[in-house]
Nanobody, 120 residues
Framework: QVQLVESGGGLVQAGGSLRLSCVASGSIFRINTMGWYRQALGKQRELVAGVTSGGTTNYADSVKGRFTITRDNAKNTVYLQMNSLKPEDTAVYYC??????????????WGQGTQVTVSS
């Protein structure tokens, strides 16, 4: 079993910054893609940013140029630096990881979510 624990959410004014962290622990042989998703009230969950084990990143158009995703493979940790935050960034942010177990089977895991609220 694998656990993803997120931290770093909170309340910030528009234009401010937050940094989210997510640490994966448990029975991990390798982590392939790690990413961040968000779900605003009444809306579907959407991809914010993703990063492969090799460091290739992708971003939602709405956050390009403002958010940066990075990962530390040695620590099984992924970060999301969020700058120039807007009220429309308000959502619950979920960490996601595609983990290869020691059986070499691949599984997708989710964190419990962390609330980000941006006030205008």
């Amino acid at each position: 079993q694998v656990q993803l624990v997120e931290s770093g959410g909170g309340l910030v004014q528009a234009g401010g910054s937050l940094r989210l962290s997510c640490v994966a622990s448990g029975s991990i042989f390798r982590i392939n893609t790690m990413g961040w998703y968000r779900q605003a009230l009444g809306k579907q969950r959407e991809l914010v940013a993703g990063v492969t084990s090799g460091g290739t990143t992708n971003y939602a158009d709405s956050v390009k140029g403002r958010f940066t995703i990075t990962r530390d493979n040695a620590k099984n940790t992924v970060y999301l630096q969020m700058n120039s935050l807007k009220p429309e960034d308000t959502a619950v942010y979920y960490c996601n990881a595609v983990v290869v177990a020691y059986t070499l089977n691949e599984y997708r895991y989710w964190g419990q979510g962390t609330q980000v609220t941006v006030s205008s």
